[in-house]
């Protein structure tokens, strides 16, 4: 009998998939792959790659026959050059990274039952992590991927290109950088703090856990001797997670080894080295393509180094409550502005830099009106330039520097936070958002949400810049002042010769708020909302108890010595703050 296949593949997830498209773009004929399971995570990979799949296919051996590899099921045998066992399975000594609480709503490799319009968190930086995305991209799920430690470069190529997809299509967030510290229960839905000051904490409907998994070891698979010692029974994984001394390999690089053992006779392609594709216009092009998902609308400098601008994503809903933020990325292939380098640019060079920003408002509408944000199809920003020092080179703003209106960016598609003003319940309560430079950002979608709806308290926006020409939004705000006289604008120039220097803390310890605008800062009845550079805020640390001030007084500090409380993860206050790096 003549092998009646090339290449069989046992499990059809994304680092067999990957292995069963590469087999098929080298040449190799008749490739199957052997799923045990009713259905395939990523049915779209197949039918262009011409696979064949078996569903419901168990293995039970793999045997050597003269030259062949003989693979029986409970339903049939194949007849195959070689066989990659792709298929792996939970370890049983992994333990989660980080505390859970004991919930029907955290789960381990696990769907929720109703995962439909679901908010759920997926924790893990693997191809198996990206899988479960997936799937719950594909049941209706909303997915944010805490992605900490994961290396793009190592994942497989299905589970690469799906990811950038889900990205692109704005159907998840990934947050690569950053991992929860706990999964605490909060009114009974999951909250993952975090301990990465870019990423606040997040509140889901589920969390799942994508746990470790080990290869299949060659009894698990009834591999007899015979067949592992002609070199043609391959296994998906690292090297040093298999106990048995078997041919492994990970995912992004199982198919070129495997074919190159098993298919001698064919020449395989060169592996892109990505410093080979800089320079050329028509990479550049492809990388907006498959990356970028959003348009710039608007792009008006305030002047060279400060611009409002205007994002409209191709796909989904731009739905947000005012103070919360987005993100933003542009990829290390554009054009920086500045002449400062990248480090380790040749790597980076196909990847995006993603920033979180404050989501804009611009306070009124092109009949005059107050701006109604949740009609709009676009955000608005109000971002600033950020010079290269010599500890960092920055990586978006010189780029973003760059752009006009029609040029494509990445907009994520979850817009977070919980900088809001849901604290704020009483509408004739006193309202005092303090910023420095863009930190006015959300203040300008918070003030113009307070007067839509009727806030008849005291609200004050106070902000310090270096100059006038800093002042972004000056004009709305000058208009607003005139037509709500409960409403007060601040701005605080830094480096005017006209003008006192004050920063934030000196409207409090000279008590400006009551003596030159009438307003008390009562902690009985008033918000005090921080947003911008950390050292205005001011954040105490507290180990085990002990609470420390910064040495620099912030007006943290100085709002706690007068009698406000903190709003922190455990605790609510009256004192709610952003802090931008
Ligand atoms: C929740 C959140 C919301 C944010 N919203 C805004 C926003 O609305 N507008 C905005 O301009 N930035 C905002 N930022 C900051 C933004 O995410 C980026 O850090 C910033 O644009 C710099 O990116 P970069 O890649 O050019 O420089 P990076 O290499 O990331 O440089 C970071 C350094 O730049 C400096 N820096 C960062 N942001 C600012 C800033 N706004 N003003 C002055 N110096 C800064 C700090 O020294 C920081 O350490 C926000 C950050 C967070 C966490």
Request: glycine residues 8%.
């Amino acid at each position: 009998m003549t092998a009646d296949h090339d290449l069989v593949v046992v499990g059809g997830n994304a680092g067999g998939l990957s292995a069963a498209v590469f087999a098929r773009e080298c040449g190799v004929q008749r490739v199957s792959i052997l799923e045990p399971g009713t259905a395939l995570g990523f049915p779209d990979v197949v039918g262009p790659s011409r696979l064949d799949v078996g569903y419901g296919e168990q293995v039970t051996s793999i045997e050597l026959d003269g030259d062949d590899l003989v693979v029986s099921t409970g339903r049939r045998q194949y007849r195959t050059r070689a066989v990659l066992v792709a298929e792996r399975t939970a370890r049983p000594d992994w333990e989660p990274p980080v505390p859970i609480v004991e919930s029907d709503r955290v789960l381990v490799d696990r769907l929720p039952d109703h995962p439909s319009d679901a908010d759920v968190l997926v924790v893990g930086h693997t191809d198996h992590a990206v899988e479960l995305a997936v799937t719950l991209v594909d049941k209706g799920s909303g997915v944010v991927v805490a992605a900490g430690g994961m290396d793009p470069s190592r994942l497989s190529p299905v589970a690469l290109s799906l990811l950038n997809r889900l990205e692109r299509e704005r159907q998840a967030t990934l947050l690569y950088r950053s991992l929860p510290i706990a999964i605490r229960s909060v009114d009974g839905y999951p909250m993952a703090d975090f301990d990465d000051r870019r990423t606040p904490d997040l509140q889901f409907d589920y969390v799942v856990f994508a746990s470790g998994r080990r290869p299949q070891t060659t009894s698990e698979v009834g591999v007899s001797p015979a067949a592992l010692a002609s070199g043609r029974v391959w296994f998906l994984g690292e090297p040093d997670e298999t106990p048995d001394d078997v041919p492994t390999a990970p995912g992004w690089r199982v198919g070129r080894e495997l074919v190159s053992v098993a298919f001698p006779e064919i020449t395989m392609p060169e592996p892109p080295r990505p410093e080979r594709r800089r320079g050329f216009p028509e990479v550049i092009d492809e990388l907006r393509a498959e990356h970028y998902n959003a348009t710039i609308t608007h792009f008006e400098p305030t002047h060279s180094d400060l611009w409002v601008l205007r994002v409209r994503p191709d796909h989904g809903s731009v739905s947000h409550l005012p103070g919360q933020y987005a993100s933003l990325g542009l990829g290390y292939w554009e054009e920086r502005v500045d002449d400062a380098v990248d480090p380790d640019l040749d790597a980076r060079f196909d990847k995006l830099i993603r920033r979180s920003y404050s989501i804009s408002c611009r306070i009124f509408d092109d009949h005059g009106y107050l701006a109604d944000d949740s009609r709009a199809d676009e955000l608005e920003f109000y971002i600033v330039l950020v010079p290269p020092t010599p500890d960092n080179v920055p990586g978006l703003t010189p780029r973003l520097a760059l752009k006009k209106p029609g040029d494509r960016i990445y907009l994520g598609p979850k817009v977070a936070g919980r900088y809001t003003l849901a604290p704020v319940t009483d509408p004739g309560g006193t309202v005092i958002l303090l910023s420095t430079g863009t930190g006015e950002a959300p203040h300008n979608a918070m003030v113009t949400e307070l007067l839509r709806k009727g806030h008849h308290g005291p609200i004050v926006s106070a902000v310090t810049v270096r100059q006038w020409a800093d002042l972004g939004y000056m004009e709305q705000h000058r208009e607003l002042e005139r037509r709500y006289p409960n409403y007060h604008y601040v701005p605080l120039p830094t480096r005017e010769p006209d003008v006192p220097k004050r920063y934030i803390q000196d409207l409090i310890t000279e008590d400006v708020f009551g003596t030159e605008h009438g307003v008390a800062l009562d902690p009985a009845n008033t918000h005090v909302f921080l947003c911008g550079n950390p050292a205005m805020i001011g954040l105490p640390t507290d180990v085990d108890g002990t609470v420390t001030y910064p040495e620099t007084t912030g007006v943290v500090e100085l709002l706690v010595q007068r009698g406000f409380t903190l709003d922190h993860r455990n605790q609510r206050g009256n004192v709610h703050f952003e802090e931008y790096w």
